[in-house]
């Protein structure tokens, strides 16, 4: 066997092929740390909420930075179904950007009166539904009552509680919160459940006034900013789609269940 001497340049090249080949395996590696860390839902804070003495408007609990919001009673219930509301919140715009189709399975959360409910019932017929979520069992009968004088019948009412809104497992193709999210005094926990009852790949969908805008007139308690809400869907097993502005007060932002 001749041992052939290894002249300087064909060294350098060996340790250079080396180098370059490990630095792509560490890349490659990393590559999937990282892949793996985008996809891993932030840790919840450890307390989750604060509490301390509220606003007005608000109750006294905190979730990262921002003071929970009193919920509407069925009292206000009237309110939900003023005239001026078609004009405002344009709900024939927001249901079309939803590109509900027949089949659809929907989740209406704080579904309230059945303002959005009927409409995107009418939508996903035939043989798709809409749950009417609450936690009232007052604004449900409301609900009934409203979704029955437009005739429709594919509205399913689903008392929650504050903690899940007790949806069927991986049932749901789209839920929708209507000026809702801001008062739920449970908000990860809440999210945490409903995340369940999403198939994988379902949409979940924020409507909320839009909190970056001081002049649109509502109360600070009940507007959100969209890195607000995006902050908080962070900690689930959620990703960020897109956020719509075409509504004249709202955005609409819009997730979907990861797999
Ligand atoms: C301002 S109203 C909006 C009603 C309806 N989405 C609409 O746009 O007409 C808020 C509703 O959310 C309900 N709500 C508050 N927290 C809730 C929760 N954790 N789960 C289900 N409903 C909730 C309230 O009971 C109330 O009916």
Redesign the pocket.
Known sequence: MILRPVSAPSFWRRRVVGWLAWLSLAAFGSGHALGAEAARPTPAPDPLYETRPGSFDGIGKWFLGREIAH????Q??MW?ERPE?EEE?QPARLIEALKLKPGDVVA?????????SWRMAKRVAPGGRVYG????PE?LAILRTNVLAHGVTNVVTVQ????D?KLPPSSIDLAI????YH????PYE?IQALCGALKPGGRLVF?EYRGEEPWIPIKAL?KMTEAQVRKEMALHPLEWVETLHFLPRQHVIVFQRKA
């Open positions: 919920f509407m009673t069925h206000g219930a939900l509301r919140e209406d959360i704080g579904a309230g009166s059945g303002y959005l979520n609450d936690i009232q604004m929650g509680t504050v903690l809104p919160f209507v000026d809702v008062e739920c005094d449970h809440f409507v009940h």
